[in-house]
Nanobody
């Protein structure tokens, strides 16, 4: 059974940091591109960042320079370090596992709220 379990969300003030983690099980983790997406109330789910099987990273323009994605192929975890958070970063953040010719997998989401 495949599981992606996110943790680390919470309520912070603008300018502060949060670290989200995603623990994967039931998949050949090193063969998957791992990513983070987010969805604010009433909005579609948007791309945030990905790290592929070669450790190449990519970011949405809105988070580039503030967020850092990484992966640990021994622990089967993906981390999103979020710095200099803004109110517009408020959303539910979802972990994603993607592999060509296989179905995508999603976590249950973790809430991030940035407010003063």
């Amino acid at each position: 059974q495949v599981q992606l379990v996110e943790s680390g969300g919470g309520l912070v003030q603008p300018g502060e940091s949060l670290r989200l983690s995603c623990a994967a099980s039931g998949i050949a983790f090193r063969d998957y591109t791992m990513g983070w997406y987010r969805q604010a109330p009433g909005d579609r789910r948007d791309y945030v960042a990905t790290v592929d099987t070669l450790q190449n990273t990519n970011y949405a323009d809105s988070v580039r320079g503030r967020f850092t994605i990484s992966r640990d192929n021994v622990k089967n975890t993906t981390v999103l370090q979020m710095n200099r958070l803004r109110p517009e970063d408020t959303a539910v953040y979802y972990c994603n596992a993607k592999r060509a010719f296989f179905r995508d997998f999603w976590g249950q989401g973790t809430q991030v709220t940035v407010s003063s």
